[in-house]
């Protein structure tokens, strides 16, 4: 295992960063590097950064983020209507807002530990989904979901003459005049997830990150050693629901509509299945996870029957239908079945992630090096 | 007046009343041993001075204030640490993180957003945490997971994370159970080091050698309640105690 000292973790943030910037170039080989998906991998990257802050540090598991996720987008809309194109706005008030949420969800749901804990935030995030669709209509406007009109006040941007005019049509959401579609969208969301994983990293070495660790270590001690496990608990949850908002602001900056559905409960298990699959409580597991269920989603998702017949057409024609009908389950709509298959490979035989895939493979290699007794090698607990 | 005061405190569980009446004036930078048969509601007792368990009637004062009411952080904040029967420590972290969690929660209070600097180079923390971990032993192991150590090095680690607190009573439920002969010695001379600092402490313990190297005064209970008290001399010799001992087979 690296230790976390100052100097590896400048380099694994100048790593990272390269990384992320380059990633037009390096995931071309593999067909990943447009810009709709990038973002993707960025916005999902920062929902599951700020998810493993309250999950990989303090345990607590919830099952609602995805409401902050809609919050997050809502606002965003809301302030690309009332007051302007600009994304600063909507990222700030998207935040802000999610933030405000997360700290009526989580005082309430922090009440309890473990299940019942995991199943309050379900149910909060069900609740927000059900009151979108109905009484919350004239706000979320409910099935259709909410978008812009051409005759959307936006305030300032009238008051100063800011809009963008892109002809007769709805301006485009941007950053000071430059349009947020295409790469400069996503290099917007990649510099904001650069700066969520540098917050992450200096939240997981502080004091106040070690107090959360101290919290899914032993609750009991905590209080006995004098501090308080409230509003240790309750701060990462309004920080992680924050990056959740972040996130769905930056959806609604990249495509700004914002629906109901993406408060679902399914939205909500996505991003623990990333975690998970990444490496829960590691820096960098969460969105390598993100990235993993994004770029397999986009292809699994694209396949269609047509598509399989075309792959499998060397067969002779009974078996083609017959192997197309099995593989056809796996695919398309049926994507989440290889999502289910892929998690359940991964919970049983690297219950760490793909982080701790990486850490054995790394030994492997080291140990061929140097025959060196490893004492200190415990992977981090999957919980 | 001492510096806690335990007034007919009460406490049963359904039918059992595991603590009767108990009387207990522990004074200041004393050490103060309670033994007594298994059962007898010692750690019942501890764990209603702690905020574990609530007292069915009867007061608790510390240092002047009450002690019941409030929340177990706030006894500690207070000035009150415990070394519990089953040590209980931060399993999954490194025995230096175990050890600089109190030192922190002493400098920093119950709560603080401290979330932008770095624990591990907060370096008057970290030093104060080194140099209790050498204080028990354990500096060689400092990166250790400490859920991993041996029962008796769990309790040695368990006495440094209170320690490091300096609080003003400390309370140890039988803190050499586990451990070797060496080790109880050594925990032994530690506990009368500290003593000099003028930590006040109450000692359950079986092991009368223990007992009898550091208490000052020592309080018999039997079936929840206290039913000697005096010099360790002069409990060694007292019937009733060799009787709740079974014929003193301990003694
Ligand atoms: N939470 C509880 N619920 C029910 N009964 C309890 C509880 N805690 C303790 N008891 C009972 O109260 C009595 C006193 O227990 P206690 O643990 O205080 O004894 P002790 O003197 O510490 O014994 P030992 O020397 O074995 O540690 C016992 O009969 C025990 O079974
Ligand atoms: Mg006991």
Known sequence: MI??????????????????LTMPIWLSPIGAAYPDLLQRFAIYGIFAIGFNLLFGLTGYLSFGHAAFLGVGSY??????????MSVVPAVLFGVITSGLFAVVIGYISLRRSGIYFSILTLAFAQMSYNLAYSVLTPIT????????????????????????ESGS????????????????GFYFCAVLMIIGFYISMRITRSPFGMMLKAVKSNQNRMSY?????????????VISGMYAGLAGSLLAVTDPLAGAERMQWTASGEVVLMTILGGVGTLMGPVIGAGVIKYFENIFSAFNDDALHEIFSFLPDVLQDGVVAVVGLFVGEGWHLTLGALFVIVVVFLPGGIMEGIGRLSRVFSQKKTIEPTVKTRAQPGE | MGILEVRDVNKSFGGLQALNNVQLNVEEGSVHAII??????KSTFLNCLVG???PDTGSVTFNGGSLLGITPHEINQAGVARVFQTPEIFGDLSLLDNVIIPTFATRDGSFTLNAWKRADQDWEVREKAEHML????????????????SRGDKRRLELAMCLVQNPKLLLLDEPTAGMSRADTNNTIDLLKRIGKRGITKIIIEHDMHVVFSLANKVSVMAQGTVIAEGLPEDIKGDPRVQEAYLGGAHL
Do not use: C
Not at chain 1, 77 to 84: A, E
């Open chain 1, 225 to 237: 050693t004098g501090l308080n496990t409230r509003p240790y608990t309750l701060a990462a949850f």
């Open chain 1, 75 to 84: 606002t965003a809309v809301w302030s690309f209507k009332l007051l302007s």
């Open chain 1, 3 to 20: 230790t976390a000292t100052p100097r590896n973790d400048l380099l694994l943030m100048v790593f990272f960063a390269i990384a992320i």
């Open chain 2, 134 to 149: 050498e204080d028990v032993g354990l500096i060689e192991k400092k990166d250790a997971i400490a859920g991993s150590l």
């Open chain 1, 169 to 184: 049509g709805i301006p485009p959401t941007n950053l000071f005049g430059l349009e947020m579609s295409g790469y400069s």
């Open chain 2, 52 to 54: 574990r368990l609530t």
């Open chain 2, 36 to 41: 007594g048969p298994n059962g007898a509601g």
């Open chain 1, 141 to 164: 406007n409910g099935e259709t979901g909410l978008q812009l009109a051409q005759e959307d006040p936006r305030v300032f941007d009238n008051l100063f003459g800011t809009a963008m």
